[in-house]
């Protein structure tokens, strides 16, 4: 799930540093951005392939998350109706609707903003993981990268995982961030299965979007 539908991580590779608003979403377009979540949610779920067969995907129409998991061959139970544009209260009222169906993890694919949305929806009232697409990642609730994220989603729904931590969902300023000033924000907590390889310390040095290109060539 990706707050802006395929939206996330557009801004970086032209230079926008984020896509937060209607307005630089359009600037990006223009700019000949492309949508990051879909290429991204797809690794992460592919990771989770082994057990299509005795799980079940809820997840929102199309864009956002509905064509990935098709693409992996998972069940899937459609949430909501489908529309051209979503926005961030699309995935604060998916996230709510799954708080209330009792899914066992949610798995979603955004940046910082979309750690916010999500927060702002459910608090600390069920596991996530994040799937890191975006350009502002500062927020501990998100894998190192899509592959890492599908590895600890995978650990935690056969048991192989069951710790919890509390990780920090962070965010910072994007008009203040495209002047050269960061200014972050503390809103809150969310509940993350943690193994020690596969989740960000806050504030990363290094972005897991630019530490997840490095390992694709890598590995």
Known sequence: MDNTGTLAGMGGKVGLKGTDGPEIVELARKLGATAEAPFRALQALKELEIL????????????????????CGFKVTIIGAEKEETSAEDTRQAALEMMKLQIELLLFAGGDGTARDIYSSIKNAMPVIGIPTGVKMHSSVFALNPKRAGELALLYLTGKVKGFREAEVMDIDEELFRKGIVSARLYGYLKIPFERRHVQNVKAATSPSEKYERDLVLT
């Open 52 to 71: 299509k067969d005795s799980i079940e995907i809820i997840t929102c129409p199309g864009a956002m998350g509905e064509s990935v998991a098709n693409k």
